[in-house]
């Protein structure tokens, strides 16, 4: 039996259905819908909240680490690879290179695979050149500090 605590002395189990503690005269769908309204209104209120105090402490910490009392804070970054396709066009039209290069280039260029181009070649060194890892969208990660066990 897996109970959940609907609200005080109320008690409903999800893969039964049974709900423990419903005032007297009160109907257990009535009941159901308004207290599963009520948490949905709260989720999506609390979600905004969230992202509103996440926000925060995105922009102002001053560390990508923190622990205010009892929550542990991680700035998180995602970052994704971007080629400056104008400025390699450009080198191409003007430098010199050979077919087996130019072959080479194209063969990688699905997604410029660095491991697909060999070490110190023309072409990875100009791909090389041209490519650069971004940040795209940071992100905080709340959680409870957690007790350490006796001895750590």
Known sequence: MALVEIDEGIY??????EIEGIPDGEPKL????????QAQVQ???????AATMKAILVKEAETKRSVYRDVAVSIRQSKRWVLNLEMLRDELENGEF???ELLELVLAAKDFDMERLEDGS????LVQTFRKQVPTKSWAELD???QLAPGS
């Open 98 to 100: 050979t077919k087996e």
């Open 122 to 125: 023309p072409m990875r060194n």
């Open 30 to 37: 009535g009941f159901a819908a308004r207290k599963g309204y």
């Open 12 to 17: 409903a189990d999800s893969e039964t259905g």
């Open 43 to 49: 989720e999506k209120s609390w979600g905004r909240v």
């Open 144 to 146: 409870t500090v957690k």
